[in-house]
């Protein structure tokens, strides 16, 4: 498999960007602490579209959730890509993308553990 610029994705590579994608989207389930904040802001600005209903806005919460998590914790391994001088994306870099996201899932898997957002 190969990217837009051409190289070659390893099983690694594919590997890492999938856990990547997991562990955003776990960030954004019901045991986040941002979860609920979201899912209001999003009712009260989208609640005059009648096609959309309460329920799916609620449901539709941890999308915006799991982007910031993947745009917040990418911004280390830019930094480590430029430094570098990188055109492209290596395997060390979605490896330091990968661990800021566990970091910043870190308030949600402790909710989800059963240790409450205060114990942290």
Same mark, same amino acid.
């Given at each position: 498999?190969? @990217? #837009?610029? /051409? +190289?070659?994705? @390893?099983?690694?590579?594919?590997?890492?960007?999938? #856990?990547?994608? *997991?562990? !955003?989207?776990?960030?954004?389930?019901?045991? @986040?602490?941002?979860?609920?904040? $979201? !899912?209001?802001?999003?009712?009260?600005?989208?609640?005059?579209?009648?096609?959309? @209903?309460?329920?799916?806005?609620?449901?539709?919460?941890?999308?915006?959730? #799991?982007?910031? $998590?993947?745009?917040?914790?990418?911004?280390? #391994? +830019?930094?480590?890509?430029?430094?570098? /001088?990188?055109?492209?994306?290596?395997?060390?870099?979605?490896?330091?993308?990968?661990? *800021?996201?566990?970091?910043?899932?870190?308030?949600?898997?402790?909710?989800?553990? /059963?240790? /409450?957002?205060?114990?942290?």
């Amino acid at each position: 498999m190969t @990217s #837009a610029t /051409g +190289a070659a994705w @390893s099983p690694d590579r594919v590997i890492l960007v999938a #856990a990547l994608v *997991a562990v !955003a989207l776990f960030n954004g389930t019901k045991w @986040s602490p941002f979860y609920d904040p $979201t !899912a209001y802001v999003m009712h009260l600005n989208l609640r005059a579209y009648r096609l959309l @209903s309460a329920r799916t806005l609620y449901e539709s919460a941890m999308l915006p959730i #799991a982007l910031l $998590t993947l745009m917040l914790a990418g911004i280390p #391994a +830019a930094l480590y890509e430029r430094l570098r /001088g990188l055109h492209t994306s290596s395997t060390a870099s979605l490896a330091i993308w990968l661990v *800021a996201t566990v970091l910043l899932t870190l308030p949600t898997i402790r909710r989800a553990l /059963g240790f /409450g957002v205060a114990d942290f």
